[in-house]
């Protein structure tokens, strides 16, 4: 199970709630395009969703109202 550092992944002051709803986001698009090319995961959509957010593949855009809370 990844666990990653919390401080590590919200270094660009992202929020928590638009960390967890981009990681939500992106692991339904990772499973929908498994489940279209007949692809079996053996990695957890999520595990491979925050991977890709910790790794810069995948950057959360925060609404400018929250970014200063």
């Given at each position: 199970?990844?666990?990653p550092?919390?401080?590590?992944?919200?270094?660009?002051?992202?929020?928590?709630?638009?960390?967890v709803?981009?990681?939500?986001?992106?692991?339904r698009?990772?499973?929908?395009?498994?489940?279209?090319?007949?692809?079996?995961?053996?990695?957890?959509?999520?595990?491979?969703?925050?991977?890709?957010?910790?790794?810069?593949?995948?950057?959360?855009?925060?609404?400018?109202?929250?970014?200063?809370?």
């Amino acid at each position: 199970m990844l666990n990653p550092d919390l401080r590590q992944v919200l270094k660009n002051h992202t929020s928590r709630y638009s960390l967890v709803i981009a990681t939500a986001k992106r692991a339904r698009e990772i499973s929908e395009q498994a489940e279209e090319d007949h692809e079996i995961l053996t990695e957890k959509p999520v595990s491979i969703a925050i991977e890709e957010i910790m790794d810069g593949k995948y950057n959360v855009v925060e609404p400018e109202e929250i970014r200063n809370i």
